[in-house]
Structures are given as C-alpha cells and as structure tokens.
Nanobody, 125 residues
Framework: QVQLVESGGGSVQAGGSLRLSCAASGYTYSSYCMGWFRQAPGKEHEGVTAIDSDGSTSYGDSVKGRFTISQDNAKNILYLQMNSLKPEDTAMYYC???????????????????WGQGTQVTVSS
C-alpha cells in the first residue's frame, strides 16, 4: 500500500532553514503528483507547494521565493527546502500524493488521496 514518511522537522529561529524529506513507497512514485501541506493549530490544511511527474511546480503565495520543492525519482524521495523561516511558518507539515490527474499541479488538500503522518516545524522569533 502507499506509504509516505516525513522527516526533518524541528525547531529553528526566525531566518533559519530546514529541509524536510518524504520517503514514498508502495506505488510508482513518478506517476503521482506530490505535495507539501501544513496545518497550524485551529486552522485548515494549507497547500504549501506541489510538483508533478514532469517537474512542474506550484507554490502558495506565502512561501514563494522562500521554499523550494524537489524530488529524487530514483530514490522515491520528495524534499522541501525551507529558507528565511518565519514564526508564521510554524505548523505540522504533511507530505501527500495524488493518483488523480487534474491536468495541473494541484494545491488543494481534497485533491490528494494519500497522506503521511506529518512532521512538526516550529519557528521562534
């Protein structure tokens, strides 16, 4: 079955960097669209960034220019490089996979049908 396992979360001061990883297994990795989402306490899932099998990407407005998504198709690993972190980036970060072709690079949580367990990112001021 599809399994997504995130790692790399932690605590960092504002202005710092973190790199998250998501190890995928149980399916043909390169055929799915992959995304990163985050959820802060009391808020809904927010689409952070996504990448499709062709390498096309999309980013949420709040992270453009600071976060970069990438993937290693040979190793079935998805990455999220986060730079210039802000306290408002504090959230649980989730890796997600979509087996459905929406014709673009979706950033809505309901468009993803497989989810990891999440990794916490805390940014202090």
């Amino acid at each position: 079955q599809v399994q997504l396992v995130e790692s790399g979360g932690g605590s960092v001061q504002a202005g710092g960097s973190l790199r998250l990883s998501c190890a995928a297994s149980g399916y043909t990795y390169s055929s799915y669209c992959m995304g990163w989402f985050r959820q802060a306490p009391g808020k809904e899932h927010e689409g952070v960034t996504a990448i499709d099998s062709d390498g096309s990407t999309s980013y949420g407005d709040s992270v453009k220019g600071r976060f970069t998504i990438s993937q290693d198709n040979a190793k079935n690993i998805l990455y999220l490089q986060m730079n210039s972190l802000k306290p408002e980036d504090t959230a649980m970060y989730y890796c997600a996979a979509s087996s459905i072709d929406y014709g673009g690079v979706p950033l809505r949580a309901e468009q993803y049908n497989y989810w990891g367990q999440g990794t916490q990112v805390t940014v202090s001021s």
